[in-house]
């Protein structure tokens, strides 16, 4: 548009303004004279570009900020958390809207596990039974996908405080991330076994199983998988956000032989903790590890 020089008269009585119309305007200048209303999307508009246009544009705009975004850097040691606000992941045991590609490993060997009670070296263990793992997030639930794979199932026991000694996965929870030697209200043990047994424990204590925790198992029979949604109002504080953080730790249970457990492999375990003699994460939170929620 050709230079226009408008001088505003603000203390101007009486005064009166007209628009003429102007010469040599080249093809895609803007003249207000002629019928130029800066509302339709023709040459001589003013938004720059083939089409100049001042309208609003079609539609709302969602100014709305991302509440998976600001995640702070995730801290040494940590998991991360994927969030998944408007995707969540179904709960079927169907592990196919899971990035599989990405999910860690819980093996003896694997440079994340602590020295839990994994006989002896890793190897024929873990050829026995062995498990991979993810965690994501959104504003209702904790979501935990585990996929087992073993070469014997056995599931031999079903009172509830012995389901540990099957093959089940069991999920640990600090909702406060507050590493407490004991458990309190927001700290839980949720046992799963192949069988789609059920337990829930909180320091060393059989507890009634939070209704509100969503769980599917799936996989083919020796290997299995399991899915779960923990709310986040069991966890204490009924809110999510990109850096909170969570005590969380997991358990594999291995039964081969018989009535017992021949072998359970724990992802965190502090063997320098002392409570009565039992340092493991059945008995106290702080020998969890530690969840962050992350962005996506």
Same mark, same amino acid.
Do not use: H
């Given at each position: 548009m050709k230079q226009v020089t408008i001088a505003a008269l603000l203390a101007c009585a009486g005064c009166h303004f007209s628009v003429d119309a102007l010469t040599n305007l080249g093809s895609t200048d803007a003249d207000m004279a002629v019928g130029d209303d800066l509302a339709t999307a023709d040459p001589g508009d003013l938004a720059g570009g083939v089409v100049r246009d001042l309208a609003q544009p079609t539609g709302p705009v969602d100014m709305t900020p991302d509440p998976c975004s600001g995640a702070p850097a995730l801290g040494s040691g940590n998991i991360a958390a994927q969030c998944v606000i408007g995707t969540p992941p179904t709960i079927d045991g169907n592990l196919a809207d899971w990035p599989l590609a990405s999910f860690l490993p819980m093996t003896k060997t694997s440079a994340a596990q602590a020295n839990g009670t994994w006989d002896v070296t890793g190897i024929p263990n873990d050829a026995n039974s062995s498990a991979r793992y993810f965690v994501r997030w959104d504003l209702q639930y904790l979501y935990v996908a585990v996929s087992i794979t073993d070469n014997i199932q056995n599931s031999p026991n079903t009172s509830d405080s012995q389901i540990s000694n099957n093959d089940a996965i069991e999920l640990f929870f600090d909702g406060l991330h507050e590493r407490s030697s004991s458990y309190d209200s927001n700290d839980w043990q949720l046992v799963f076994d192949t069988t789609m047994a059920k337990v829930a424990g909180q320091g060393t204590t059989v507890v009634t199983f939070p209704t509100t925790v969503v769980e599917a198992w799936g996989g083919t029979s020796?290997?299995?998988?399991?899915?779960?949604?923990?709310?986040?109002?069991?966890?204490?504080?009924?809110?999510?956000?990109?850096?909170?953080?969570? $005590?969380?730790?997991?358990?594999?249970?291995?039964?081969?032989?018989?009535?017992?457990?021949?072998?359970?492999?724990?992802?965190?375990?502090?063997?320098?903790? $002392?409570?009565?003699?039992?340092?493991?994460?059945?008995?106290r939170a702080d020998a969890f590890g530690t969840v962050q929620l992350q962005g996506r």
């Open positions: 020796p290997s299995w998988t399991l899915e779960a949604a923990i709310p986040w109002s069991i966890l204490a504080v009924n809110s999510a956000q990109p850096g909170r953080l969570v $005590g969380f730790d997991l358990k594999l249970d291995d039964n081969d032989l018989g009535t017992m457990r021949d072998r359970d492999l724990v992802l965190f375990y502090n063997p320098g903790n $002392g409570n009565g003699g039992c340092n493991a994460p059945f008995c």
